[in-house]
C-alpha cells in the first residue's frame, strides 16, 4: 500500500444494534482494493434515514451483524487514491460517489431491464458491506458514478440516495407540466431535492411536513402551497381546496408515517398515483397498508413503489444539479461529530440533509 494511503482511518461504528445502538468514532483498517475496484479517501456522506434503520430494527441490523459491518451510510463521495490492476477508466485524482447498492451483475433479468439497484444479486453499500461512515472505502469501478466537476461534494453525496430516489419516483409516476403533486415529508431530506425536481418538470408543489424551519424551506425551494399537518384538521380537504376541488395527480410519499400512507389515498384524484418512497420501520409484510381498497377502486387510483435510482437516474440529477437547477440545503458535521449527527437525525430534528465532513 502506498506511504500516501495510511493503515487506519476514522469511521462512524454502530455500537448495540438495536432499539438502544449508538455509534462512536473508531479506527479501523484501510481496505484493498480487488482487480475490479477503487479505493476511495472519502470526503463526505449524508445522513440518511434509511441508516438509522439499518442500525435500529433488530431485522435490519441482524444483516449488518450477518456481513460482519459495523459503519452503515450508503451516500458519499471521495477522491481516488488508488485503482485496481483490472481497472482501466480511472485513474487517481477522479471523484466518485458510492450509492445504495455497492455492486451489481448487470446480467440478471432486472439488471438487464434497466432496473439495476433491485439486481438479484446486489450487496448493499452500508449493509452488505461497509458503508459511507468510513473514511476509505472499496467501490466497483464498473459502479462508481462519476462526479462533475460543477458539483461540489456536500451536494453530490446526498444525491447519490435522496436524489436519486425521488428523482425515480417522479419519472415513474409519468407526470406532466401543470399537474399537482403532494409530496408528503416535503421538508426532509428526500422531500427538499423533490421540490427542486418536480418544479423542473413543471409540476406545481403542494409540501406536506411540520414546524416553521421545514415551512421556510419548502418555500424557499419553491413550494407552491405548505400544509403544517400538526396545524390543519383535515390535510385531505385543504389539498382539495388548493387543487380546485379535484386532489393532486400524485402524492409521493417520502415520509416512513405510517399515517402519511392512510392520508395519501385521500387526497389522490381520479385516476392519480399514489408513490411509495418512504420505509417504514417494520420488516416488509408485517404491517397493512392503510390504503383503503374500495377508495383505490373507485378512484382508479394507481399505487406504485420505487427504490432509490439506477446509474442513469444518478447522472441525471447530478446534471441538474451541474446546471445550477439542484441543490442540497444541509449541516455540516465533521467526523468526530457524526455521533452527534446521527442522534439529531434519530430524533427527527432535521430540516433537508445532514452531511458529514471527512476532512474538517
Given at each position: 500500500?502506498?506511504?500516501?494511503?495510511?493503515?487506519?482511518?476514522?469511521?462512524?461504528?454502530?455500537?448495540?444494534?438495536?432499539?438502544?445502538?449508538?455509534?462512536?468514532?473508531?479506527?479501523?483498517?484501510?481496505?484493498?482494493?480487488?482487480?475490479?475496484?477503487?479505493?476511495?479517501?472519502?470526503?463526505?456522506?449524508?445522513?440518511?434515514?434509511?441508516?438509522?434503520?439499518?442500525?435500529?430494527?433488530?431485522?435490519?441490523?441482524?444483516?449488518?451483524?450477518?456481513?460482519?459491518?459495523?459503519?452503515?451510510?450508503?451516500?458519499?463521495?471521495?477522491?481516488?487514491?488508488?485503482?485496481?490492476?483490472?481497472?482501466?477508466?480511472?485513474?487517481?485524482?477522479?471523484?466518485?460517489?458510492?450509492?445504495?447498492?455497492?455492486?451489481?451483475?448487470?446480467?440478471?433479468?432486472?439488471?438487464?431491464?434497466?432496473?439495476?439497484?433491485?439486481?438479484?444479486?446486489?450487496?448493499?453499500?452500508?449493509?452488505?458491506?461497509?458503508?459511507?461512515?468510513?473514511?476509505?472505502?472499496?467501490?466497483?469501478?464498473?459502479?462508481?458514478?462519476?462526479?462533475?466537476?460543477?458539483?461540489?461534494?456536500?451536494?453530490?453525496?446526498?444525491?447519490?440516495?435522496?436524489?436519486?430516489?425521488?428523482?425515480?419516483?417522479?419519472?415513474?409516476?409519468?407526470?406532466?407540466?401543470?399537474?399537482?403533486?403532494?409530496?408528503?415529508?416535503?421538508?426532509?431530506?428526500?422531500?427538499?431535492f423533490g421540490i427542486q425536481l418536480a418544479k423542473v418538470m413543471g409540476l406545481r408543489v403542494i409540501a406536506v411536513d411540520s414546524g416553521a424551519a421545514k415551512k421556510s424551506l419548502?418555500?424557499?425551494?419553491?413550494?407552491?402551497?405548505?400544509?403544517?399537518?400538526?396545524?390543519?384538521?383535515?390535510?385531505?380537504?385543504?389539498?382539495?381546496?388548493?387543487?380546485?376541488?379535484?386532489?393532486?395527480?400524485?402524492?409521493?410519499?417520502?415520509?416512513?408515517?405510517?399515517?402519511?400512507?392512510?392520508?395519501?389515498?385521500?387526497?389522490?384524484?381520479?385516476?392519480?398515483?399514489?408513490?411509495?418512497?418512504?420505509?417504514?420501520?417494520?420488516?416488509?409484510?408485517?404491517?397493512?397498508?392503510?390504503?383503503?381498497?374500495?377508495?383505490?377502486?373507485?378512484?382508479?387510483?394507481?399505487?406504485?413503489?420505487?427504490?432509490?435510482?439506477?446509474?442513469?437516474?444518478?447522472?441525471?440529477?447530478?446534471?441538474?444539479?451541474?446546471?445550477?437547477?439542484?441543490?442540497?440545503?444541509?449541516?455540516?458535521?465533521?467526523?468526530?461529530?457524526?455521533?452527534?449527527?446521527?442522534?439529531?437525525?434519530?430524533?427527527?430534528?432535521?430540516?433537508?440533509?445532514?452531511?458529514?465532513?471527512?476532512?474538517?
Amino acid at each position: 500500500m502506498s506511504s500516501s494511503i495510511p493503515a487506519t482511518c476514522k469511521a462512524g461504528c454502530v455500537v448495540n444494534p438495536g432499539p438502544d445502538f449508538s455509534v462512536v468514532i473508531e479506527e479501523v483498517a484501510v481496505p484493498e482494493p480487488g482487480p475490479d475496484e477503487l479505493l476511495l479517501r472519502m470526503s463526505t456522506t449524508g445522513l440518511c434515514h434509511s441508516d438509522i434503520s439499518y442500525m435500529s430494527t433488530p431485522f435490519m441490523s441482524a444483516k449488518m451483524i450477518q456481513a460482519g459491518v459495523r459503519s452503515p451510510g450508503h451516500e458519499g463521495v471521495g477522491v481516488v487514491v488508488k485503482v485496481g490492476s483490472a481497472v482501466t477508466d480511472w485513474k487517481i485524482g477522479d471523484r466518485g460517489g458510492i450509492k445504495p447498492v455497492w455492486r451489481v451483475c448487470f446480467q440478471c433479468e432486472t439488471c438487464l431491464a434497466g432496473f439495476e439497484m433491485h439486481c438479484q444479486n446486489l450487496i448493499p453499500t452500508g449493509l452488505g458491506v461497509p458503508g459511507t461512515y468510513q473514511g476509505y472505502l472499496t467501490s466497483p469501478a464498473s459502479y462508481t458514478q462519476r462526479i462533475p466537476d460543477e458539483v461540489d461534494d456536500f451536494t453530490a453525496a446526498p444525491l447519490m440516495c435522496s436524489g436519486t430516489t425521488v428523482y425515480r419516483s417522479l419519472y415513474a409516476a409519468e407526470l406532466k407540466a401543470g399537474d399537482w403533486v403532494v409530496i408528503s415529508g416535503a421538508g426532509g431530506g428526500v422531500g427538499h431535492f423533490g421540490i427542486q425536481l418536480a418544479k423542473v418538470m413543471g409540476l406545481r408543489v403542494i409540501a406536506v411536513d411540520s414546524g416553521a424551519a421545514k415551512k421556510s424551506l419548502c418555500e424557499e425551494l419553491g413550494s407552491d402551497s405548505f400544509i403544517d399537518f400538526q396545524d390543519v384538521e383535515n390535510v385531505s380537504e385543504e389539498v382539495l381546496k388548493l387543487t380546485g376541488g379535484k386532489s393532486a395527480h400524485a402524492i409521493l410519499v417520502a415520509s416512513g408515517s405510517a399515517q402519511a400512507y392512510q392520508t395519501a389515498i385521500q387526497m389522490v384524484r381520479f385516476g392519480g398515483k399514489i408513490m411509495c418512497i418512504g420505509h417504514l420501520k417494520s420488516p416488509p409484510g408485517s404491517l397493512p397498508s392503510g390504503l383503503d381498497p374500495n377508495l383505490l377502486i373507485f378512484k382508479s387510483a394507481k399505487v406504485i413503489g420505487t427504490m432509490i435510482g439506477n446509474m442513469a437516474d444518478a447522472q441525471k440529477v447530478l446534471e441538474f444539479a451541474a446546471q445550477g437547477q439542484l441543490r442540497a440545503v444541509y449541516e455540516s458535521f465533521p467526523i468526530d461529530q457524526l455521533p452527534q449527527a446521527v442522534a439529531k437525525l434519530h430524533a427527527g430534528e432535521v430540516a433537508g440533509r445532514l452531511v458529514v465532513d471527512f476532512n474538517a
